[in-house]
């Protein structure tokens, strides 16, 4: 599997805006889609967005899906998630995936994930 390094997490206040990055190395040939969850303290993980490997689908959440974008670069192995007019309920640790699969259900996009990055932490403060 390929290594997944996150960056760009940090503190800003509400209604503000972040970058996050995740490069992917090692064994990536066989990457389906890559992606971003977060989780906060005592939450359930939540999907976010997601990007087919080629760069042509995203997918998002409806909560995010106006304020946040996914892109990728695929010569360098990265995508991003900027992520605009953060709200305080966002804060939370981020994490970068591989994805395996990503589907609908009860309305929403969800994703399964191979394996994920460490994270990196997005607070919002009101």
Do not use: D, K, P, R
């Given at each position: 599997q390929?290594?997944?390094?996150?960056?760009?997490?940090?503190?800003?206040?509400?209604?503000g805006s972040l970058r996050l990055s995740c490069t992917a190395s090692g064994r990536t040939s066989n990457m389906y889609a890559m992606g971003w969850f977060r989780q906060a303290p005592g939450k359930e993980r939540e999907f976010v967005a997601a990007i087919s490997w080629g760069g042509g689908n995203t997918y998002y959440a409806d909560s995010v899906k106006v304020r946040f974008t996914i892109s990728k670069d695929n010569a360098k192995s990265?995508?991003?998630l900027s992520m605009n007019d953060l709200k305080p309920e966002e804060t939370a640790v981020y994490s970068c995936a591989a994805v395996k699969e990503i589907y609908f259900k009860s309305r929403e996009w969800r994703a399964d994930y191979d394996y994920w990055g460490q994270g990196t932490q997005v607070t919002v403060s009101s």
């Open positions: 390929a290594q997944l390094i996150e960056s760009g997490g940090g503190v800003v206040q509400a209604g990265t995508i991003y």
